[in-house]
């Protein structure tokens, strides 16, 4: 009547452990221990998950409990004999407790050992029975038994003493964690290991003589020495397991799809890249690498080196930073879709300004106009204002949202064109995956969906994401960027025996803030971002100097990558001009290109037209200077003057229109010879003071024959005149002015522009 009553009034199933506080913790791949996160009250326990070893069970069941399986919590017999050989000694030698027993007591803290103590454990042990099954009860029992110090459980001590899980365990191994909670205090690394080893032995003995294992079995299992050092629980993967957890707050155990060989190679990469980074006061980087089923198999969320210092701690593969360039691939691959260029399709390269906005690119130079597919090898950023505006920031920021990039927190017009060079933040990780979808579409042709990333494997499985590019736009975009030029030995990778045929791309933010290199591969992506936790920039941190070196050392670190299959179902090839890229009209030198099988590009050249030139095929001519029957028709290449101005830089063989013969009326236009290059229109200028005082304004035109002579006025005031090189330096005075540049044939230009006070 006594027990019925305090069952009925005992505690719920779920009082004995339901506060109890467990340690975060991240397993690799083969469930090694990749990193824990001790207790809120100060212990390392490590759950167990899953069934217990069989080996672990069998010598436990007979250290502790053989007739664990048939009694209700309490062994009569046991308690017994442990009663007469207390009274016998005059003390306590023998508790007789069974394995629930000694659950019921680790539920109570361990209080201290007496005749009602143990009567209260009988009545809790019977009432554990009731409300747990057998399994369940050892379970717990292995969960929280002492192995040691602040150690709790057995799977704590597997990892602890042998860095391994339970269930990798040797017989030996097993036994001397059955033994251990019996005396935890016994191993010690200098000390009482003879007395450890000697219970372990015995115990052997004892799973041989059940017919648990061979003669031999035991033979080996006793010459195994006790373990001579410990297993330091693992931060090496914190960041990311510090991630999970705030995600899943009443989940214990993630089982990662982390590749610990992989793992250790990039904290040996970080720690060696940030020894030398953090000379020139760079604190922090990360390293991130999915595989080809998108399951992240490496993760450094952070420089190894002084965690707690320079916001190390901070887990910046999921931190919003300025995406600097990372997101052109993309904008390419969207205009190829839409029809709006082939890759050869010339793009404007020249110096101008979006109203308050004027983009530059990184190395300062011009190129008049360029072929969008050289554009984006060479990352720049002017032909990309351009393209973003052509095709649209509206539609481009609906397609970054759709395809999961969430920190795009502001409307389209808050970013304008800036969106495309670094205007607005994304994390390591949506960039990542951003590449990753891409990457995939082209490497899984035969599939129609792209599974969202897994962190790990008990992650809720989610619906297909979204990737509104077609898998032609995808492969060309991916062959462009496999044409992008390598850091040191790296960019001769194609002499290499197995040189890595890799597309990839660099990042750098405004003001070198942060530095971006994303790399894929049909089985692997890559990204890295190195930089400042706090945002201050630093001298030389760009994505090529500083990202790439690193990245190229993880993809070493995986296995050899094959190239990405080009699916031709989704190419089609269309007859373009060779020179700019526009389909082939009026005889233009024609060249084949691949674009997607969806594109419907039809636009034809601008920059061809039919001219009339005498006899040498030197002038230009026309009906009132030259016979009908001297002249001859030719098809010329010619870009606009401003265009035509830096390309020619960097086309030796760009002749242009030639020009009229002297006894021939020139019937151009001005503005089909000549351009303002500098000021833009309705300037607004503020010029500094120099050492000397004001500085002077240089305003730049462009015009079609080199070797003309122009004439400047400013308000009508005569400035002077220049040749070969149209730049002229001025120093107006606070106000609204006018320039007007006059050439030999009486063309002119003028632009309007303010200088402010």
Not at 202 to 219: A, F, H, I, P, V
Not at 264 to 293: C, E, M, P, T
Request: proline share 5%; aromatic share 10%; charged share 20%.
């Amino acid at each position: 009547m006594l027990c019925l009553s305090y069952i009925c009034i005992s505690p719920s199933k779920a009082s004995y452990f339901g506060k109890t506080a467990y340690s975060k913790v991240l397993l690799s791949d083969k469930d090694q221990l990749i990193s824990a996160r001790i207790a809120a009250d100060g212990q390392w326990r490590i759950p167990h998950v899953g069934n217990l070893s069989d080996k672990y069970k069998k010598a436990v069941l007979l250290f502790e409990d053989r007739n664990f399986s048939w009694h209700w919590g309490f062994d009569p017999i046991a308690l017994a004999r442990a009663a007469f050989l207390n009274l016998k000694h005059g003390t306590i030698v023998s508790g007789g407790s069974t394995i629930t027993m000694q659950l019921a007591r680790l539920a109570r803290n361990n209080p201290p050992r007496t005749y009602w103590e143990k009567f209260r454990e009988v009545l809790l042990a019977v009432d554990l029975e009731i409300k747990f099954s057998k399994d369940e009860i050892l379970e717990l029992y292995s969960n929280h038994v002492p192995v040691g110090g602040n150690h709790i459980g057995v799977t704590t001590g597997a990892f602890y003493y042998f860095g391994r899980p339970l269930d990798q365990l040797t017989w030996a191994e097993s036994a001397l964690l059955a033994v251990l909670p019996n005396s935890p205090g016994l191993l010690h690394l200098s000390k009482n290991r003879d007395i450890l080893k000697a219970k372990r032995d015995r115990l052997l003995t004892r799973l041989q003589d059940e017919g648990y294992m061979s003669l031999q079995d035991l033979e080996l299992s006793k010459l195994e020495p006790l373990p001579i050092r410990n297993f330091p629980i693992s931060q090496g993967s914190h960041h990311l397991l510090n991630t999970l957890s705030a995600q899943n707050l009443k989940t214990n155990t993630f089982h990662s799809y982390i590749n610990q060989p992989l793992q250790n190679r990039l904290y040996q990469i970080s720690k060696s890249f940030s020894g030398v980074l953090s000379g020139n006061h760079i604190n922090n980087l990360a390293i991130l690498v999915l595989d080809q089923k998108r399951r992240v198999i490496g993760y450094i969320g952070n420089s190894p080196l002084d965690e707690l210092k320079e916001g190390r701690f901070v887990d910046i593969v999921q931190r919003p930073r300025s995406t600097g360039s990372l997101l052109k691939p993309f904008l390419y691959g969207l205009m190829l879709d839409s029809s709006l260029i082939t890759p050869m399709t010339l793009v404007q390269d020249i110096p101008r300004s979006f109203g308050r906005f004027r983009p530059e690119n990184f190395d300062r130079s011009y190129r008049g106009a360029v072929p969008s597919q050289e554009a984006l090898i060479k990352s720049l950023n002017i032909p990309f204002a351009n393209m973003l505006k052509s095709y649209g920031i509206d539609r481009f920021h609906y397609f970054l949202k759709s395809s999961g990039i969430t920190t795009l927190n502001q409307p389209a017009s808050h970013y304008g064109l800036s969106l495309i060079l670094g205007g607005a933040e994304s994390t390591l990780f949506q960039l990542s995956d951003l590449y990753s979808r891409m990457a995939y579409q082209v490497s899984n042709q035969d599939k129609d969906t792209i599974p969202a990333i897994s962190l790990h494997k008990g992650q809720t499985e989610k619906q297909s994401v979204g990737f509104k590019m077609s898998l032609g736009a995808s492969f060309l975009t991916i062959q462009a960027m496999q044409e992008v030029v390598r850091p040191g030995v790296e960019a001769h990778w194609q002499k290499f025996l197995g040189g890595r045929n890799i597309a990839w791309k660099t990042g750098t933010s405004h003001g070198f803030r942060d530095a971006w290199a994303i790399g894929v591969s049909p089985e692997f992506t890559v990204g890295v971002w190195v930089g400042n936790a706090d945002g201050t920039g630093r001298p030389e941190l760009t994505g090529i100097k500083q990202a790439a070196p690193i990245l190229f050392q993880a993809l070493h670190s995986l296995p050899d990558q094959k190239s990405f299959d080009i699916p031709w179902f989704d190419l089609k090839t269309i007859a373009v001009c060779r020179e700019n890229g526009y389909r082939a009209s009026q005889g233009c030198e024609e060249a084949d290109v691949e674009v997607p099988a969806k594109s419907r590009f039809q636009k034809t050249s601008p920059h061809h037209k039919l001219v009339q030139l005498d006899s040498s095929g030197q002038y230009q001519v026309h009906s009132q200077c030259e016979s009908v029957y001297n002249m001859k028709q030719r098809l010329i290449f010619s870009l606009p003057p401003i265009e035509a101005h830096y390309f020619r830089r960097y086309h030796s063989w760009y002749k242009g229109t030639p020009p009229f013969r002297k006894d021939c009326n020139d019937s151009l236009s001005a503005v089909e010879v000549m351009s303002f290059i500098y000021p833009f229109p309705s300037s607004n200028i503020y010029v500094p003071n120099d050492f000397g005082g004001r500085s002077a304004t240089v305003f730049k035109v462009a015009h079609k024959q080199s070797k003309q002579t122009l004439e400047w006025y400013l308000d009508r005031e005569y400035l002077g005149k220049t040749k070969l090189f149209h730049e002229m330096a001025i120093d107006p005075k606070p106000g609204r002015h006018r320039i007007t540049v006059v050439d030999l044939q009486g063309r002119r230009i003028s632009r309007f522009f303010e200088i402010l006070d």
